[in-house]
Structure formats: C-alpha cells, structure tokens
C-alpha cells in the first residue's frame, strides 16, 4: 500500500540538467506520469553556463560511424543509442521546438540564438507540453531497493514512488551547478561499478608567468607539443587560450585527459607552442629579416609586435631577455629589448625564430573539477543495457548523461551523449 497516491509516478526523473530533461520529456510524450525532482532551484543550470552563455548544443558531423569514434572505446556501445537519436535528430527535436541549430567552426552546433538560455527554456516548454511534474529545491537523500527494484526515494523528507526511475543527476564538473557526484553514490550503494571520476576536459595549470600575463589573449590557429621528460608525446593544433593560471581553449581542453595521463608517470611534464606553425624557420626568418630592414634605426622593443602574435609581443619580449645560454642550450644570452634593430645580431634573429616556433611552457597539473567542463568517470557500460540504458542489476532503474563512464572531447559530444542516452532511457522507462 503507498504512502500516497499523489506521489506515486510512473517514471521518476533524478536530476534536471540536459539528459533528465529530455528522458522526462519524451516519457511523458509516451502517456507516462513523469515527475523531476531536481535539488537546484531552477532547471539546466548547467546548461547556462556552456559553451561561455552560448551552449554548444550538438556537432554537425553527421556520418553516425565518424561520430562514435570520437568517443574511443565507448564508441562500440553507443552504437545502438546513436541508431535511435542521432546528432541529425537533435537539429529536427530543436527545430520543432522553435529554436534550429546553427553549424559553426569545427561543426560545433549552437542555438541560432546562441544563447544558452534559449536552450534552457524550449525545453521546458517541452516538458510543460507533456505534463512533466517539476519539484525544484529536491535533494534526494535515499534510495529504497528490494529485490531487483527501486520501489522509491525520499527526496527533503518526502517518500517518492514509481514503477520506473531514471538517473540523470551528472557527474563532477562545475559543482556550483549541482554537479556534485550524488548519482555516483547512489549507484555504488545499489551495489553497481563506479569509476572514480578525473576531470578531462579541463584547463591546464603552468609555472610560467609569461604564460598567466596574456590572461584573456587568444590565440585561434597554434600547434602545442608535449614532452615527458624531454621525450615528444603529444603533437596538436588549435585555438590555445590564455588564462591567470595557464592554459585554456579547445586544443588545451581536449589534450587535457593525455596530459593527465603524462603527469601521472613523468617527473616532469613541458609544451612548446609553435606561434607560426604553418611557416617554417626559414620562412619565419625570412619575415623578420623583411621586418628588420624596414624598421632599422627602431629599438627592437618598438616593432616586436610586427613579428609576433596579436597582443603577445611584451610577454614573449620577456622570455627572449631572460634567455640562458646554459639554461637554454645557446651560444648567447638573452636579447635586450633597447637594443637598435640593425644592432640584432644573427645569433639574437635566430633565437628569436626559435623562439616563435618553440614557446617554453612548464606543466604542472590539471585544473580541479570547479574548471572542468567535463568529468569522466560514473557507471562501467558492461552495467548498462546500452539499447534501454536500463541497469543490468535493477530492471527499473536507467542511466543516463554524464553518469556514464565515457571519455569524450569538447566540441558538442557530450551534450549530444546526453540527448541520446536521455532520449533512450525516457523511450523505455
């Protein structure tokens, strides 16, 4: 016999950010009584803040083989889910909520609005257009099991009950949103496989002051390599942007999980940004040299910004300075910035070309999870029936979202994992 009726649902939601949303949604387009307890005051607030306020919905690619590579070894099980709602069917689901994708560099998708807030709200209205109840400032507390079943939970003191239950609270990224783990704990007492969560798209912290004086430069088409103790790792390109503490921007983002591995198993972990990656010494020099012959009688200071990136110039002026022939393996110390142009020796030219091509950067760990954008980690997929994302443990319970132990780059993947798992558990439940 229930407590109450009233609070008896068919498929209780956990959680209110992206995937919680579209499983309650399309649930209740199914005829299902569907309640969301959600523990923030307000729907998606994870949402408004992605993408920098312009939330990266989706990505454009639309070759459904392609798209599950980007998900490395999670790409084999989310074959099924993707066969069921692709990247395509989220443009046509936006679409018909009045608000069409737009396709952007590196096939990122956003709303034409590019407002993520837009985002927030056509959801909403889809899930007033099917009936979904919505309880806010609902911490979920405990999880009631018997059998093979979840018969209920008790959310800020309530007992809640339902035939089906779906997980969708996150992971462990930006916990000011609410994203603070509770999934994962449920999960490990309902007896399931956890992995620990790392952050792995996630900004880089570095040593270098040169690097924390560009705070707010941006620099769109850089090459990055890594090193493990002198020893070449990682070879990248992309926009690399810079922040008080290091080293941001997609191409930092989607390198940051590899980095993290190098941290773990190398004493010390370097970077050199190539500054001009698409021209080589030797073009590079012959620009300068250009430069050089028209600004003679200039103190090398006065033009640097010819020759260097976009707001760059004081910052790499400083590093050519404090060079240390011994230090640095050169024949020569550092270059004074008063010193004339036709008074630059060929060695100082030369430096100052390998320099551009090889900007030093010492790495010193990753970013917490207040910085991520993305936490891995969550449930083993061995645990999920991949084509209802029921649990393999609990007949009535799914999980979806970022609860999932998956690896995937920025660029759209993981919202898009969202909208599929999401979509899928709410097609089953």
Known sequence: MRDNPKNHFDVIVI???????????????????????EKNKNLG???????????????????????????????KFLASPFSQFSSKDTFTFFEKLGLPLVVQARKRAFPNTEKAIDVVLALQKFLQKNNVVCKMNMRVSKINAEDGKITGVVA??????????IFATGGISHPETGSTGDGFGFLRTLGHTIADPTPTIVPLAV??????????????????????????????????LFTHFGLS???????????????????????????????????????????????????????FKDITPLGTSEAILSILEK??????????????????????????????????????????????????????????????????????????????????????????????????TGFVAGSNA
């Open 15 to 37: 959680g209110g950010g992206a995937s919680g949303m579209m499983a309650a949604g399309v649930a209740g387009a199914r005829g299902k009584r569907v309640l969301i307890l």
């Open 45 to 75: 607030e994870k949402l408004k803040i992605t993408g920098g306020g312009r939330c990266n919905v989706a990505n454009g690619e639309m070759n459904i083989r392609e798209f599950l590579k980007i998900y490395g070894d999670g790409g």
């Open 156 to 165: 800020s003191g309530v007992n809640y009950t339902a035939d089906s239950f």
């Open 207 to 240: 040593k270098e002051e040169w690097v924390k004086s560009l705070a707010g430069v941006s620099l769109s088409f850089m090459k990055i390599t890594f090193f493990a103790d002198g020893v070449k790792k990682i070879v990248k390109k992309g926009k690399v």
């Open 249 to 303: 921007g997609p191409l930092i983002l989607n390198s940051a999980k590899e980095v993290g591995d190098l941290l773990e198993w190398s004493s010390e972990v370097t970077a050199t940004i190539d500054a001009y990656p698409d021209t080589d010494h030797g073009a590079l020099e012959k620009k300068i040299i250009k430069t050089f012959d028209e600004n003679k009688n200039k103190m090398l200071k006065n033009i």
């Open 323 to 420: 060079i240390n022939p011994v230090r640095d393996g050169l024949n020569s110390n550092g270059v004074n910035p008063d010193t004339k142009v036709h008074s630059v020796t060929k060695e100082e030219r030369k430096q100052i070309v390998n320099l551009l091509k090889a900007l030093p950067v010492t790495i010193t760990s990753l970013m917490g999870f207040d910085r991520a954008v993305i936490a891995d980690g969550g449930i083993t997929l061995k645990e999920i029936d991949m084509k209802t994302m029921r649990s393999t443990l609990y007949n009535n319970l799914y999980v979806t979202g970022d609860l999932l132990h998956i690896n995937r780059p920025s660029g759209g993947f993981s919202l898009q994992l969202c909208w599929t």
